[in-house]
């Protein structure tokens, strides 16, 4: 499981970077050709999921649906900042817990399905790398668009990562 968690808090260093050479305004901005959202609405949803998975885990059931939503954490990379360390506190936490150790999960993936289902704190720190980087994907496309640097390998799944270092891809 320490591998998760270092994937995890990985993701978390790597928005901290970005966060820390952008200004409020750039982070703030809609951008009309992903979604219409901000970078900063792409950030605050990821941070909403560990929060969820954080909030959920003293009582085994993680519920993904119920998110804060704090538009601060949309507008002010300072509030995002801090958000980062606490979340980054709470994933290390998670390394005391058993990785099999079961959890419910709910999140609605349309059809109408409400219902717990059985996952383990491994699998859903798997999740959570997976819908990160997924995000993180949306950003740097984001990013890109606007002239912003990102570091390498931002929004770019670790598979992916190194299936291009053993094919010798750029």
């Known amino acids: 499981m320490e591998n998760l968690i270092s994937a995890n ?26 979604f219409g959202a901000s970078l900063g609405q792409h950030v605050r949803h990821c941070f909403d999921h560990y929060s969820s998975f954080l909030r959920g885990l003293p009582f085994d059931r993680v519920d993904y ?20 360390a606490r979340l980054r506190e709470g994933i290390a936490g998670v390394a005391s817990a058993s990785s099999t150790a079961a959890v419910e999960v709910k999140m609605d993936c349309g059809g109408g399905d409400q219902e717990w ?7 859903e720190l798997q999740f959570l790398v ?4 997924h995000h993180y994907a949306m950003i740097n496309a984001m990013c890109t668009q606007r002239g912003l640097a990102v570091e390498e390998g931002f929004g770019i799944a670790a598979s992916t990562l190194q299936h291009r270092k053993l094919a010798n891809i750029g």
């Open 117 to 123: 289902h059985q996952s383990t704190i491994a699998r």
């Open 130 to 133: 997976s819908h990160t980087v």
């Open 65 to 84: 649906d119920h998110r804060v939503r704090d538009p601060d954490l949309e507008c002010s990379t300072a509030c995002a900042l801090v958000e980062i």
């Open 9 to 34: 808090i990985h993701l978390l260093d790597q928005a901290e970077r970005l966060l820390n050479d952008l200004e409020d305004q750039v982070y703030a901005a809609p951008d009309g050709n992903v």
